[in-house]
């Protein structure tokens, strides 16, 4: 690992709870990228809620399930809508499987929505056959991470959102040493913005160094 990298980390998590806290998550925050359908489909099913509806989403570490998640149970809890959450169905043991397969039937038969998750597609995780396929029924998305490009774009987009002059150098030195999630970096960015109003000065790397070492020594 980068010894930049390691040293900053610490000044930037200072910076988010100094500065400003991540927004919650919704589905209106989420950065979609190549997500753009399962994202479609979460808001129709959260929209239009007289029906059963299934949606899995599997993905890597970092591709937005657990933000998908979260965003969907608030927006259920507002609403309040008939929404059951399963996360990591992978981890799931015989008991928690079987109940999930009890809570999907009834579901399907009472009305409601079952969003759940996992790191593989359902029948690739060893699952239980009977809820393996119970999961496959219904609507299945993978989920992509964010490339650095479309990361880069959004952080662009975001910037100018603010009114905020943006140097490409400075874009690459926060993909490049800080926390690589978005929330984090808009973050990051609006406390940089901040940063610049104050001291009156333009957005560069070396005000976000001493931005960060700042909040290291606060």
């Known amino acids: 690992m980068h010894s930049t990298e390691h040293h900053y980390k610490s000044p930037t998590k200072q910076l ?15 950065i979609e990228g190549q997500n753009a359908e399962a994202l479609f489909s979460l808001k129709q099913a959260l929209t ?25 149970e608030r927006m ?38 079952l969003i759940s998750s996992g790191i593989a597609a359902p029948m690739q995780m060893n699952l239980r056959d009977d809820l393996a396929t119970r999961l496959a029924w219904g609507l299945v998305y993978q989920l992509h991470p964010l490339t650095d490009e479309e990361k880069a774009q ?35 960015l609006d406390a940089l913005d901040v940063w610049s109003l104050t001291e009156k000065k333009p957005v560069t790397v070396p005000m976000l160094k001493k931005l960060l070492q700042h909040n290291l020594q606060a």
Request: net charge negative.
């Open 16 to 30: 988010l709870l100094d500065i400003q806290p991540l927004p919650p998550p919704s589905l209106d925050n989420f």
């Open 48 to 72: 239009h809620a007289e029906e059963a509806r299934f949606i899995y989403l599997w993905g890597a570490q970092g591709s937005g399930k657990s933000h998908l998640l979260q965003a969907c």
């Open 76 to 113: 259920a809890r507002q609403s309040n809508l008939p929404l059951f959450i399963a996360d990591d169905t992978h981890t799931l043991d015989e008991a928690a499987q079987i109940a999930l397969f009890d809570q999907f039937n009834q579901l399907r038969s009472s009305g409601g929505i």
């Open 154 to 188: 959004a952080l662009r987009t975001h910037a100018t959102e603010r009114g905020m002059k943006l140097p490409d150098e400075v874009v690459e030195y926060c993909l490049r040493y800080l926390r690589r999630d978005l929330p984090t970096l808009m973050a990051v």
